[in-house]
């Protein structure tokens, strides 16, 4: 019986052994698990909100500084219309990332929530760019650099009449002044 008793006790020292084994080897990969989770949930955020912020003025900036390009070719003297063409292609492409972007940096309300308002709603983080032409096609700009042209043209001229009026009335009275005076 004594036999056993050792064998049994033995048994029992090696289950209580690799026990608290297994506990050391869980607590290490708990431990490693949670590095994992942190570093993980840490860059998701910093990636977000890099989205929502730096990068989403990076895009939008890109964007306008296109748009102004493009409509500095449709206004210019003389128009290119290929090369106008292909800037508009790259302003509507910069556009679009930046409605990409703004969709994508939205994830950071839910990442990173802000709480309800006073009424209860949740609040939004704000990505700073959208897409704002969606919308314009190239017959729509074609037409809107045409009458940016002819509004030009039509305000150029206007002002040249206006000019040639003023200068007929002003010799006509200094004509007349003139003859007025000599008759005195």
Same mark, same amino acid.
């Given at each position: 019986?004594?036999? $056993? @008793? #050792?064998? *049994? +006790? ?9 026990? &608290? ?70 302003? $509507? @492409? #910069?556009? *679009? +990332? ?9 994830? &950071? ?72 005076? #000599?008759?005195?």
């Amino acid at each position: 019986m004594s036999t $056993k @008793s #050792a064998a *049994a +006790q033995q048994l029992a020292e090696h289950l209580e052994t690799s026990r &608290l084994e297994t506990q050391r080897l869980q607590a290490m990969a708990d431990k490693i698990d949670a590095a994992e989770a942190a570093a993980r949930s840490a860059a998701e955020l910093a990636h977000y909100r890099d989205a929502a912020g730096p990068r989403a003025s990076q895009y939008r900036g890109r964007r306008d500084e296109l748009k102004t390009e493009l409509d500095a070719l449709a206004l210019a003297p003389e128009i290119n219309l290929g090369e106008l063409f292909v800037k508009f292609i790259e302003m $509507k @492409s #910069a556009d *679009a +990332q930046c409605g990409s972007l703004n969709i994508h940096g939205a994830t &950071l309300t839910s990442v990173d929530p802000l709480g309800d308002n006073s009424y209860g709603v949740q609040r939004q983080h704000i990505v700073h760019c959208g897409e704002l032409y969606q919308r314009l096609t190239w017959p729509d700009y074609l037409t809107w650099a045409v009458t940016q042209r002819t509004d030009a043209e039509r305000s150029s001229h206007l002002q040249q009449l206006q000019s040639e009026a003023y200068e007929k009335e002003i010799r006509a009275g200094d004509e007349a002044r003139a003859a007025a005076a #000599a008759e005195q």
